[in-house]
């Protein structure tokens, strides 16, 4: 019991004069007063004597199905000799605070994780919102992080970058130890080159490999401020822009086909087939109601590849490339990606365009893509970090109206950096925005 006690509210029942619990339709009120010690005078050494007592109320949330209030019942001490007089030591809550050290650790432990919004945590500890905001931005504080030898650039879309006629933030992590490194209120040119300025020489010159998609302002920011860095791109990315490119050959041949026909509906219903590796070709055949016979995924795929030659030799360029990455060594890539930019441009297939002008403009950054980071014998790639993306527009997402780019920053520094940690202080700074103009507001009125 005492131990229990002790780890709930951080003081031994041995200390403890008082402790009197009220539970209330779910509101446990816990009265303590402590012990009275010998205290003596900071300023002359005397024995203290008693001066009454104060009540503190100091919310104390740290059981999640009801609310707990300690009523603490603070004693005060009095120097008979000089008359300075003094509290004892509050083991409940730093000086000023309504709120319980215990449980602002665990807020803070909480707002480490992107899962949950302002809003949630601040119906979890029974506090207001603006108390939850106050405290992340009075007890995080991030440091300069630096580059990492495995850069990747990638970026996020967000309502906060529109205010600068843009709708990506810029995203940088470390792909080496998937953490953030920075988020760029916009992702242009202007911020990138910014940031990148500001960073130490030796810092840049350190920066190995850069990984990013195909948003030229990354390549070109990268050529100018990491000097000894390899660019590649992404090859998630490449496959994607493919993917879609393959897409609007399949919509485009089926709105040829006659509404209601057996070519209609395959492409219109099984398309599925041609894009994923997921489905087993050769399973057990089902009924199927338009062809009223059974058939496998195998059986359907092969008759969708038969309704039109185009679209046979699209799917085979598709599936050729997809190898080409997912087999291809650094050594061997420049020779294969030669081949495949041939056979592109022999097809002449109009939505594959833009594709193969991709691979002839981001060769090199392509064939980079098969380099090995020696940290982790990864290919270069955002893939890993990619996760981290989703934690962040998730975040976006479930905080409807974040506005404020300098707290999200602060808040996602925090949430995907294991080595940023928080310190509880008695000092509260605010990061709200347009604080001289409320101040100003407030002067007028007086
Ligand atoms: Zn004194």
Redesign the pocket.
């Given at each position: 019991m005492n131990n229990l006690i002790n780890d709930m509210f951080n003081i031994s029942m041995d200390d403890t004069g008082k402790f009197e619990t009220v539970n209330n339709d779910g509101f446990v009120s816990v009265t303590i007063r402590l012990k009275r010690k010998m205290l003596y005078?900071?300023?002359?050494?005397?024995k203290?004597v008693s001066n009454g007592i104060s009540t503190k109320k100091i919310n104390h949330k740290v059981l999640s199905d009801r609310n707990m209030l300690i009523v603490y019942e603070a004693n005060r001490y009095r120097?008979?000799?000089?008359?300075?007089s003094e509290y004892e030591k509050n083991p409940f809550a730093l000086k000023g605070f309504s709120q319980s050290i215990l449980m602002m650790n665990q807020l803070m432990i909480d707002l480490h994780d992107p899962c949950f919004n302002y809003t949630m945590l601040s119906e979890k500890y029974n506090m207001s919102i603006n108390e939850v905001i106050l405290y992340l931005d009075s007890f995080v504080t991030i440091p300069h992080i630096p580059l990492p030898c495995n850069l990747g650039i990638d970026e996020i879309h967000s309502s906060m970058a529109k205010r600068r006629n843009v709708s990506y933030l810029g995203v940088l992590t470390d792909n080496d130890s998937f953490s953030l490194v920075e988020i760029l209120p916009s992702r242009n040119k202007t911020d990138l080159n910014n940031y990148l300025s500001f960073v130490p020489r030796k810092e840049r010159e350190a920066v190995r490999y850069v990984t990013i998609d195909m948003w030229l302002p990354y390549k070109e920011m990268a050529q100018k401020w990491l000097p000894n860095c390899i660019i590649a791109v992404d090859p998630f990315h490449v496959i994607e822009h493919l993917t879609k490119d393959f897409d609007r050959i399949r919509i485009r041949i089926m709105n040829h086909c006659i509404y209601g026909s057996n070519a209609y509906y395959l492409l219109k219903t099984w398309h599925k087939l041609l894009y994923s590796d997921r489905c087993r070709l050769d399973g057990e055949p089902r009924y199927d109601h338009v062809f009223r016979c059974r058939l496998n995924y195998g059986d359907i795929k092969k008759m969708l590849l038969e309704i039109s030659d185009e679209l046979r030799i699209a799917y085979d360029l598709k599936e050729a490339y997809r190898d080409f990455n997912s087999r291809c060594n650094y050594e061997t890539a420049e020779k294969e990606l030669n081949d495949l930019i041939y056979t592109f441009a022999k097809v002449r297939i109009k939505e594959y365009e833009e594709f193969l002008q991709i691979m002839v403009n981001w060769k090199k950054e392509i064939i980079n893509s098969f380099i090995r980071s020696q940290a982790t014998g990864n290919r270069l790639s955002n893939a890993k970090s990619e996760a981290m993306n989703n934690d962040i527009g998730s975040n976006i997402r479930i905080s409807r109206g974040l506005s404020n780019f300098t707290r999200f920053r602060k808040r996602m520094l925090y949430c995907h950096n294991d080595r940023l940690f928080y310190s509880l202080t008695g000092k509260l700074t605010s990061l709200k925005r347009n604080l001289k103009k409320k101040d100003d507001d407030k002067e007028k009125k007086k």
């Open positions: 005078c900071p300023h002359c050494g005397t203290m120097c008979r000799k000089c008359n300075h």
